[in-house]
């Protein structure tokens, strides 16, 4: 298996851009989850869907980021507009049951100017 | 919120030596795990731990799950080159929606001279 798939591995936009990331679990997984990591915060939790549903979305900063998950094979996170603290490396991971081992994709660094 | 403190920040080490670091927190948790990230790439689990006072071994690291319960610890011995990296601690918690969810350390970046 090749893993956790993100694209892309590094974004750089303007201040008030829209942005989409992706992801593709790792196949046979029902849990995906999308964190953010700052030098400031660390890892944090944005939220994670089980079988394709949003169970939990109380880390996602505000209104401006957005999370899909429309089959079991891909999950975007959007941030729109983008603003320069948006600026981290976004990971995401999968994993096969609840409680399960998490495997992170490789992230993709964001840089908003 | 649920903190994590993990020390120390960062260590620079000699091939061979023997490196300790943990994570203390006010709360209680029932998993302790740890992590580890090269650069570029995403944290990968290396010891995970599910009962207070659990000791567990992966090769050259041994971690182990604090008694209280707001404590863990993980020992690297015999250093080499590539324990090269940051290692985070997490542990699992209950949000106040019900569902669970991991917190983290800030990491331990750690230096091995040849």
């Known amino acids: 298996d090749a893993g956790v798939i993100q694209s892309p591995r590094h974004e750089v936009t303007e201040m008030g851009q829209e942005v989409t990331l992706r992801c593709k679990p790792i196949?046979?997984?029902?849990?995906l989850f999308w964190y953010r990591q700052t030098m400031m915060r660390g890892l944090e939790l944005l939220i994670y869907?089980?079988?394709?549903?949003?169970?939990?979305d109380s880390g996602m900063p505000e209104d401006r980021f957005s999370a899909k998950m429309p089959n079991a094979s891909f999950s975007t996170l959007k941030i729109q507009p983008s603003e320069p603290r948006d600026s981290a490396v976004y990971f995401c991971?999968?994993?096969?049951?609840?409680?399960?081992?998490?495997?992170f994709g490789p992230g993709t660094r964001l840089t908003v100017l | 919120g649920q903190q994590l403190n993990q020390s120390p920040q960062s260590m620079f080490i000699q091939e061979g030596e023997d490196v300790s670091m943990n994570c203390t927190s006010s709360?209680?948790?029932?998993?302790w795990l740890w992590y580890k990230q090269d650069p570029g790439e995403g944290p990968v689990l290396l010891i995970a731990?599910?009962?207070?006072?659990e000791l567990t071994s992966n090769g050259r690291l041994t971690a182990q799950f604090g008694i209280t319960r707001k404590d863990s610890f993980l020992n690297i011995s015999a250093s080499i080159p590539s324990d090269v990296g940051i290692y985070f601690c997490?542990?699992?918690?209950?949000?106040?929606?019900?569902?669970?969810?991991?917190?983290f350390g800030k990491g331990t970046k750690l230096t091995v001279n040849p």
């Open positions: 709360s209680i948790f029932n998993t």
């Open positions: 997490a542990a699992r918690t209950i949000t106040q929606g019900g569902s669970e969810k991991l917190v």
């Open positions: 991971a999968s994993s096969e049951t609840r409680f399960g081992e998490q495997f």
């Open positions: 731990l599910y009962k207070a006072g």
């Open positions: 869907f089980n079988n394709n549903v949003p169970i939990d």
């Open positions: 196949s046979g997984h029902d849990y």
